[in-house]
């Protein structure tokens, strides 16, 4: 490096001690100035640039019109660009004219000369992808100023010391170079306008974190309008802000069901491929190695694929921040070193007291980021896992619905999936905590020596403990919802069934089954309770016994070593650092062993056997008519007998009919059966068109009337009013005392309110259809709803 920087007027050694530390008015040498300093900021930009690509390939947003900040920030870069150009066409002008310039004089300004050009390259690339609020650029230009601002002194106190500016042209560029990239730095803070063409916000209160700039994301000003409202007055629910677009179900539940379908297809491919070797071997061969296992397709791979970008992103933000955790010891350590030296410059106390306090804000700054982001992705965790169960429940075979119970079902969308939740947040301990641990181990062996053998040894004797505990309280889990899945299974019936109870006086009789499945429940909870009381106790004492016994002993085996304060500071801190993965991991076990059981359970109900979606053919029917069956045999599981014989069926098109017939006839069986929801066991089945279906059974969320039409959509006065008219509910609307806006719930208005069904028409979009004692159909054909039968 000091060949680079050459010799004579202008050159000067890349480091001086004696200029830079053992000095009361410290300063750097030119070479470090002109080379280190210079390139930091574009090897930064250099570096996070093919990941930022990257990621602005995959997430365009429409492009932003030329505004005149963007022709401003745009302008500033070229200037930037002709500036260092300057200065290398000027060091080749000293090339010529006989007084050679050092080789750092050539190579920095074509380095910062080509890092301004891309920049303002991605400023433009930027706004094609729609980007409002650049961090990757605030950054830059921040190092940028940052790594200046020791040059912008040095040139100073050098004129003044000399009395004259010995090179007036370097001198003046790079005072204008300071004045510009601190321009782009105030400009890139600015927010961009929207992009064009995107998409129009119907939400009234949309989240402003969408909208906000990098700057805004960093400190979470975007939320400080809510904080302020919440002081001022109780938040209701209105004030709250609608989800993000990438937190919605539409977003998520779609993401995960295609990686899930990409697990299934890999499983039937790898299902296929072991049939066909099995075919081609030699029956020895076969006896030899073996049966393998039916490879299932794995729930949590299908996870991990979805939300794998923002585990990483997490994983950066954890891996940063615990870094960052161990540079305070170290600068602790320099501080008591600087107090107890009266020979050290003062400037050396105010340098480490600077960094302590840099590093702290940092450190906060990015674990705040990584709880957000953590936290952000266990709610779409839950949010995923929901949506994908509940969609199975839909499709699932009545064989499969005699097995998993209703309770079965609400338990894995309760209970199993807010479990997922409840682990996301610690998962990236199952890597951090062993990293913090080596560390901290490691700076604690430079410290103390072989003394921290005694505390290893003490966290290994822990750790069979700990995974016995662990083992006994999977064991118990798996038991605990056996009983919660019977308990919620027996609720339901008694529930449902409630009125016959009451008729009949067996209320003490159910009242025993729940109270009995409720203790054998509780007996497991008390038995994993307390092994999870006794694991955290342990694993609490473990800091305090791991730091008396590691300075215990440090202090017991020689008489030579002296705990004075250096060592016991940065030892206390250190162990501090270590208490923390050491109180997470039992926690962390514990949701580990809960987590794996609810996996399996998920992942065992994504598997069963679904509906086959084919079964009604919808593309090809006998002109003229709607509905055709011929020699249809149906059957609500393979194992029971068909509930529906050799049915030959023809509707014409635009056709009323009326399936009458005694109760256990068949006629809600031939419904389902038109809708695919039995089973086929011979014959075809034609439909024309989409179908909208209308069950006996009520289902009125406990809203508004207004809130059950519109269900969650914005409202449209003139659609809304369209949708009345064509479910005849105008008149029903002025005998209710408060017409639209009446109060109605489940079996609450059954005598006064129609059963309502939500159904797509072309001709009045989403409404609600009317039901009666008798199922219905109703078809969509030319933009008009013609009922196929009432």
Same mark, same amino acid.
């Given at each position: 490096?000091?060949?680079?920087?050459?010799?004579?007027?202008?050159?000067?050694?890349?480091?001086?001690?004696?200029?830079?530390?053992?000095?009361?008015?410290?300063? @750097?040498?030119?070479?470090?100035?002109?080379?280190?300093?210079?390139?930091?900021?574009?090897?930064?930009?250099?570096?996070?640039?093919?990941?930022?690509?990257?990621?602005?390939?995959?997430?365009?947003?429409?492009?932003?019109?030329?505004?005149?900040?963007?022709?401003?920030?745009?302008?500033?870069?070229?200037?930037?660009?002709?500036?260092?150009? /300057?200065?290398?066409?000027?060091?080749?002008?000293?090339?010529?004219?006989?007084?050679?310039?050092?080789?750092?004089?050539?190579?920095?300004?074509?380095?910062?000369?080509?890092?301004?050009?891309?920049?303002?390259?991605?400023?433009?690339?930027?706004?094609? =992808?729609?980007?409002?609020?650049?961090?990757?650029?605030?950054?830059?230009?921040?190092?940028?100023?940052?790594?200046?601002?020791?040059?912008?002194?040095?040139?100073?106190?050098?004129?003044?010391?000399?009395?004259?500016?010995?090179?007036?042209?370097?001198?003046?560029?790079?005072?204008?170079?300071?004045?510009?990239?601190?321009?782009? @730095?105030?400009?890139?803070?600015?927010?961009?306008?929207? +992009?064009?063409?995107?998409?129009?916000?119907?939400?009234?209160?949309?989240?402003?974190?969408?909208?906000?700039?990098?700057?805004?994301?960093?400190?979470?000003?975007?939320?400080?309008?809510?904080?302020?409202?919440?002081?001022?007055?109780?938040?209701?629910?209105?004030?709250?802000?609608? %989800?993000?677009?990438?937190?919605?179900?539409?977003?998520?539940?779609?993401?995960?069901?295609?990686?899930?379908?990409?697990?299934?297809?890999?499983?039937?491919?790898?299902? /296929?491929? &072991?049939? *066909?070797?099995?075919?081609?071997?030699?029956?020895?061969?076969?006896?030899?190695?073996?049966?393998?296992?039916?490879?299932?397709?794995?729930? %949590?791979?299908?996870?991990?694929?979805?939300?794998?970008?923002?585990?990483?992103?997490? #994983?950066?933000?954890?891996?940063?921040?615990?870094?960052?955790?161990?540079?305070?010891?170290?600068?602790?350590?320099?501080?008591?070193?600087?107090?107890?030296?009266?020979?050290?410059?003062?400037?050396?106390?105010?340098?480490? *007291?600077?960094?302590?306090?840099?590093?702290?804000?940092?450190?906060?700054?990015?674990?705040?980021?990584?709880?957000?982001?953590?936290?952000?992705?266990?709610?779409?965790?839950?949010?995923?896992?929901?949506?994908?169960?509940?969609?199975? /429940?839909?499709?699932?075979?009545?064989?499969?619905?005699?097995?998993?119970?209703? !309770?079965?079902?609400?338990?894995? #969308?309760?209970?199993?999936?807010?479990?997922? #939740?409840?682990?996301?947040?610690?998962?990236?301990?199952?890597?951090?905590? +062993?990293?913090?641990?080596?560390?901290?181990?490691?700076?604690?062996?430079?410290?103390? !020596?072989?003394?921290?053998?005694?505390?290893?040894?003490?966290?290994?004797?822990? #750790? +069979?403990?700990?995974?016995?505990?662990?083992?006994?309280?999977?064991?118990?889990?798996?038991?605990?919802?056996?009983?919660?899945?019977?308990?919620?299974?027996?609720?339901?019936?008694?529930?449902? !069934?409630?009125?016959?109870?009451?008729?009949? *006086?067996? &209320?003490?009789?159910?009242?025993?089954?729940?109270?009995?499945?409720?203790?054998?429940?509780?007996?497991?909870?008390?038995?994993? *309770?307390?092994?999870?009381?006794?694991?955290?106790?342990?694993?609490?004492?473990?800091?305090?016994?791991?730091?008396?016994?590691?300075?215990?002993?440090?202090?017991?085996?020689?008489?030579?070593?002296?705990?004075?304060?250096?060592?016991?500071?940065?030892?206390?801190?250190?162990?501090?650092?270590? $208490?923390?993965?050491?109180?997470?991991?039992?926690?962390?076990?514990?949701?580990?062993?809960?987590?794996?059981?609810?996996?399996?359970?998920?992942?065992?109900?994504?598997?069963?056997?679904?509906?086959?979606?084919?079964?009604?053919?919808?593309?090809?029917?006998?002109?003229?008519?709607?509905?055709?069956?011929?020699?249809?045999?149906?059957?609500?599981?393979?194992?029971?007998?068909?509930?529906?014989?050799?049915?030959?069926? =023809?509707?014409?098109?635009?056709?009323?009919?009326?399936?009458?017939?005694?109760?256990?006839?068949?006629?809600?069986?031939?419904?389902?059966?038109?809708?695919?929801?039995?089973? $086929?066991?011979?014959?075809?089945?034609?439909?024309?068109?989409?179908?909208?279906?209308?069950?006996?059974?009520?289902?009125?969320?406990?809203?508004?009337?207004?809130?059950?039409?519109?269900?969650?959509?914005?409202?449209?006065?003139?659609?809304?009013?369209?949708?009345? &008219?064509?479910?005849?509910? @105008?008149?029903?609307?002025?005998?209710?005392? !408060?017409?639209?806006?009446?109060?109605?719930? &489940?079996?609450?208005? /059954?005598?006064?309110?129609?059963?309502?069904?939500?159904?797509?028409?072309?001709?009045?979009?989403?409404?609600?259809?009317?039901?009666?004692?008798?199922?219905?159909?109703?078809?969509?054909?030319?933009?008009?709803?013609?009922?196929?039968?009432?």
């Amino acid at each position: 490096m000091d060949a680079l920087c050459g010799s004579g007027e202008l050159g000067s050694k890349f480091w001086d001690s004696n200029l830079s530390v053992h000095t009361d008015n410290p300063d @750097l040498t030119p070479c470090f100035q002109n080379s280190l300093l210079a390139w930091a900021p574009c090897v930064y930009l250099w570096a996070a640039l093919p990941c930022y690509l990257f990621y602005l390939r995959r997430h365009h947003r429409g492009y932003i019109v030329l505004s005149r900040l963007s022709r401003l920030k745009t302008a500033l870069g070229v200037l930037l660009w002709c500036i260092s150009w /300057a200065d290398l066409f000027y060091s080749f002008h000293g090339l010529v004219h006989g007084w050679a310039p050092a080789p750092i004089f050539f190579v920095t300004p074509l380095v910062v000369g080509v890092t301004m050009l891309l920049a303002t390259l991605l400023i433009q690339y930027e706004r094609l =992808q729609g980007v409002q609020s650049s961090g990757v650029l605030i950054i830059f230009w921040f190092l940028c100023v940052l790594c200046a601002i020791i040059p912008f002194r040095s040139k100073i106190l050098s004129a003044v010391e000399k009395g004259k500016i010995s090179d007036p042209f370097r001198f003046s560029t790079f005072y204008i170079y300071f004045a510009l990239v601190l321009s782009a @730095l105030i400009l890139s803070c600015f927010r961009e306008k929207p +992009p064009l063409f995107s998409p129009k916000d119907f939400d009234t209160n949309p989240c402003p974190e969408t909208k906000a700039g990098f700057l805004s994301r960093l400190s979470f000003w975007w939320f400080t309008k809510m904080a302020i409202l919440g002081y001022k007055r109780p938040l209701e629910l209105q004030d709250l802000w609608s %989800l993000n677009k990438e937190d919605r179900s539409q977003m998520v539940v779609q993401r995960l069901l295609g990686e899930w379908k990409k697990q299934q297809e890999k499983a039937v491919r790898h299902q /296929a491929a &072991e049939a *066909a070797g099995k075919r081609q071997s030699s029956e020895g061969e076969v006896l030899l190695g073996g049966q393998h296992q039916a490879r299932e397709p794995s729930f %949590l791979r299908a996870l991990l694929a979805t939300f794998s970008s923002s585990f990483l992103l997490s #994983m950066c933000f954890k891996l940063i921040q615990d870094l960052l955790s161990f540079v305070n010891p170290q600068l602790l350590s320099i501080l008591i070193r600087f107090i107890s030296n009266p020979m050290a410059p003062t400037w050396w106390g105010f340098l480490v *007291a600077g960094l302590m306090f840099v590093c702290s804000v940092m450190q906060t700054l990015i674990l705040h980021q990584y709880f957000h982001c953590i936290f952000v992705m266990g709610l779409r965790f839950r949010t995923g896992i929901i949506g994908v169960i509940y969609r199975k /429940a839909l499709v699932i075979t009545n064989s499969v619905k005699r097995e998993s119970t209703v !309770g079965e079902i609400v338990n894995l #969308m309760s209970v199993d999936a807010q479990r997922f #939740m409840d682990v996301v947040p610690f998962l990236n301990l199952l890597w951090s905590a +062993p990293l913090q641990i080596i560390l901290a181990m490691y700076f604690l062996w430079q410290n103390l !020596g072989p003394s921290v053998l005694a505390g290893i040894a003490l966290m290994i004797l822990l #750790m +069979p403990l700990n995974g016995a505990v662990a083992m006994k309280m999977r064991a118990f889990q798996v038991e605990q919802m056996k009983f919660k899945d019977s308990r919620i299974k027996l609720m339901s019936e008694i529930l449902g !069934g409630i009125k016959v109870l009451k008729l009949y *006086a067996w &209320e003490p009789s159910f009242l025993e089954q729940v109270e009995g499945i409720r203790q054998d429940e509780l007996r497991l909870m008390r038995r994993s *309770a307390f092994l999870h009381a006794t694991s955290t106790f342990i694993w609490i004492c473990t800091p305090f016994l791991v730091t008396l016994i590691t300075l215990g002993v440090y202090v017991s085996v020689d008489q030579n070593n002296v705990l004075d304060a250096e060592k016991a500071f940065v030892s206390v801190s250190l162990f501090n650092i270590l $208490k923390i993965p050491l109180n997470m991991l039992p926690q962390l076990i514990s949701n580990l062993a809960q987590i794996s059981v609810s996996l399996k359970r998920i992942q065992h109900f994504l598997s069963q056997d679904e509906l086959d979606p084919q079964c009604v053919e919808r593309k090809i029917i006998t002109p003229g008519y709607a509905v055709t069956i011929h020699n249809g045999t149906f059957t609500w599981a393979r194992d029971l007998p068909p509930s529906l014989h050799s049915l030959d069926i =023809q509707v014409p098109k635009g056709a009323l009919v009326a399936v009458v017939g005694p109760v256990g006839c068949g006629k809600s069986s031939l419904v389902s059966a038109l809708l695919g929801e039995m089973e $086929k066991l011979e014959g075809k089945v034609y439909m024309k068109g989409s179908v909208a279906y209308v069950p006996q059974q009520a289902w009125i969320q406990n809203c508004t009337l207004q809130e059950n039409v519109l269900f969650g959509q914005a409202l449209d006065p003139k659609r809304y009013h369209r949708a009345l &008219e064509a479910c005849a509910l @105008l008149a029903d609307l002025e005998v209710l005392p !408060g017409g639209d806006q009446t109060e109605i719930g &489940e079996k609450v208005l /059954a005598k006064q309110v129609y059963y309502w069904r939500r159904l797509t028409c072309e001709q009045v979009g989403a409404v609600e259809c009317l039901g009666g004692q008798v199922e219905g159909l109703c078809r969509v054909q030319g933009g008009q709803r013609k009922e196929e039968s009432t």
